[in-house]
Structure formats: C-alpha cells, structure tokens
C-alpha cells in the first residue's frame, strides 16, 4: 500500500466524519478536500479541478468572493458615501459619479451584487435630495448592464467566449479587450441619462416626499 493511497483512505474517513457531525456544512467539506489533493500531491490542479468541466466556472466563483470580499471589507459603502459627498445637491454630478462607481464595480465584481450595494444607497440620496427614485435607479441599472462591457471578467460570457476561442486555437481576448467598446458606450449611457431623466419624474409633495404610482401592495393595506 503506498502513500498516496493512505492519504486517500485517510482523508475518505476524515471527510465522512464530518459528513456525520455535519460540521462544517457539506460543501465546505467537499471545497477543503478539493484544495487538499493538489495540495498532497496526490492530483495535479487540473485533474482536481476537472469535475468542474471548464476553469472558467472556478474563475466565475472567484469573482464572487471577490466581489464579497469588497461588500464585507465595506469598500463598496464608502465609496457610495465617498460619491454623496462630492455629488452634493447637484443632480447632473450624482448621476455622472453614480454611473461610473457602479460601472467600474461591476467590471471586477458580478454587477447584480453591485446593483443591490447601491439601492439604498440611491434611494437614501434621492430622498434626501427630494427627487424621484427613478432618476437614480433607472441610471444604477444602465451603468450595471454597461459593466458588462469593460473587461474580460465583468460577466460570465465574455469569458466563455474566450475560452471557446482558446480553445480552438484562436487568440482569444485580454483583459482589457471590451474596454474601449465599454467606455464609449458608458459615456453615450451617461449622456443619454443626463438628457432623458427629466422623463422619470415623480411628483414630489410638499413634505419633501415623491408620489408614485401605487401598487398592490398599497391597495392591500389600504382596503
């Protein structure tokens, strides 16, 4: 019986014993045997990662520790107060800075984590500068779909295309490749979005408070 092979009965016995206190939860326990292999010697990194079909499905769920990292870390929340501060009461240069936090986050982290980081953000900006939330949400979510567009790893399928074209021999893309195409097309959103939020409006009230369409909800809790 040689070593590599106790090392396998032994982490076989380990890892059902966890799977029998349940401690840690059970995915954690197949990603720890995952790393252990390579790590042993026992399997080369490709051969660890092969169940996963392609390296582009670790590559994707790295993105999104990063982009937890960035949530958890609170570097998404200063820069969101970072932004209310130097927008001011200006409208123009809250929407300029919105689009481009949201846009630069997104390219390195998945953009519907960073669309959600930033709702409460603007919805707390609006309603401090009365305005309707729909002249901020409607750029929030323009900027999140332009993200896509500014590097390799901004959405899965810049990448898969990529790996496809590796894959049959073909150059494929770097890094940077999408974004000289992302950064006009974020200038012209913004552009746009600086032209057209007067069509978003609200009616605010006197208090300071935006009237806006009523839904279900409302007509539940009010009948």
Do not use: C
């Amino acid at each position: 019986m040689n070593q590599e092979l106790l090392w396998v009965l032994g982490l076989l016995a380990i890892v059902i014993l966890l799977f029998v206190i349940n401690r840690p939860r059970m995915d954690v326990v197949a990603l720890l045997v995952i790393l252990a292999l390579p790590l042993l010697g026992i399997l080369t990194v490709e051969q660890a990662l092969a169940g996963f079909s392609d390296p582009n499905v670790v590559l994707i769920a790295a993105l999104f520790v990063i982009g937890e990292g960035l949530v958890r870390t609170g570097i998404a929340y200063r820069i969101g107060e970072w932004m209310s501060e130097r927008a001011g009461n200006s409208e123009a240069r809250l929407l300029v800075l919105l689009m481009v936090a949201v846009a630069g986050l997104g390219s390195i982290m998945s953009s519907t984590g960073v669309v959600a980081i930033f709702i409460p953000v603007v919805l707390s900006i609006a309603a401090r500068l009365k305005l309707s939330p729909s002249r901020l949400m409607m750029p929030l979510a323009f900027a999140g779909l332009i993200s896509g567009m500014l590097s390799l790893v901004a959405t899965p399928p810049n990448v898969v295309v990529h790996s496809e074209l590796v894959r049959n021999g073909e150059t494929g893309f770097s890094f940077f490749s999408f974004t000289p195409f992302g950064l006009v097309v974020l200038v012209l959103g913004i552009g746009y979005m600086l032209l057209t939020r007067h069509w978003l409006n609200g009616e605010v009230r006197k208090d300071g408070r935006v009237e806006t369409r009523r839904t279900l909800l409302d007509l539940v809790l009010d009948y």
